[in-house]
């Protein structure tokens, strides 16, 4: 089974400011896909941004980047120009082969004002 | 499009109850899961379907079951509820290019 780790249980960050959230996994397929998901207060689950696993190129999504480190099995989120918005919770996740996904325990963000 | 819809919204059961939660989508997708979120953790995989008749079980299937008999609908049977069984349940739906959406999500209480 893969597993997924964010050591990071909460964070904060002053507005406008840049954070990086971490996560790690652990999987020994080859093809494979990595996620970022926002959870805010409602609960609802929302994309942030995704990697496929055989891409080199980090991915990017407005104000959110990856670093995506496939020999070291790391995944970090950067959030640049952090907004009030983006308080919440964030789950790393990982899909496998076998169309199952593996999510983190989380990371809180807290964006100061 | 409605895109996943879940019922009931709430619920509260008592020990030893059963109840069916409620998934339906209407984006044809394939692939369907059902997760569960403890409080302050990740969501864990209950059970997904690959399509219309086919099920498997994830990581904590103990205590459910699933049956998928359209692309549509994906209900989660939970029997003789327990108090280990109280939890946030969320439905979502995909296809093959991975991006997955959610539903709003059942918080289920067991006293």
């Known amino acids: 089974a893969q597993t997924v780790t964010q050591s990071q249980p909460e964070m904060s960050v002053q507005e406008a400011e840049t954070v990086t959230l971490s996560c790690t996994y652990d999987t020994s397929e080859n093809n494979y896909y990595l996620f970022w998901y926002k959870q805010p207060p409602s609960r609802q689950m929302i994309l942030v941004i995704r990697q496929e696993a055989y891409k080199q190129q980090n991915a990017t999504e407005n104000r959110f980047s990856v670093n995506f480190q496939k020999a070291a099995k790391s995944f970090s989120l950067k959030i640049s120009d952090s907004q009030l918005g983006d308080t919440a919770m964030y789950f790393c996740?990982?899909?496998?082969?076998?169309?199952?996904?593996?999510f983190g325990s989380g990371t809180k963000l807290n964006v100061k004002p | 499009n409605a895109g996943v819809t879940q019922t009931p919204k709430f619920r509260i059961l008592k020990i030893g109850q059963s109840m069916t939660l409620q998934c339906t989508q209407d984006m044809n997708h394939n692939y369907m899961y059902w997760y569960r979120q403890d409080p302050g953790m990740g969501l864990k995989l209950i059970y997904y379907s690959v399509g219309a008749g086919i099920t498997d079980k994830g990581e904590v299937p103990n205590g459910y079951n699933v049956s998928r008999s359209t692309t549509e609908d994906f209900p989660l049977r939970l029997e003789l509820a327990a108090p280990s069984q109280t939890s946030v349940y969320f439905c979502?739906?995909?296809?093959?290019?991975?991006?997955?959406?959610f539903g709003p999500g059942t918080r289920l209480t067991v006293l």
């Open positions: 996740a990982l899909l496998d082969n076998f169309n199952k996904f593996y």
């Open positions: 979502a739906s995909r296809v093959k290019t991975d991006t997955q959406y």
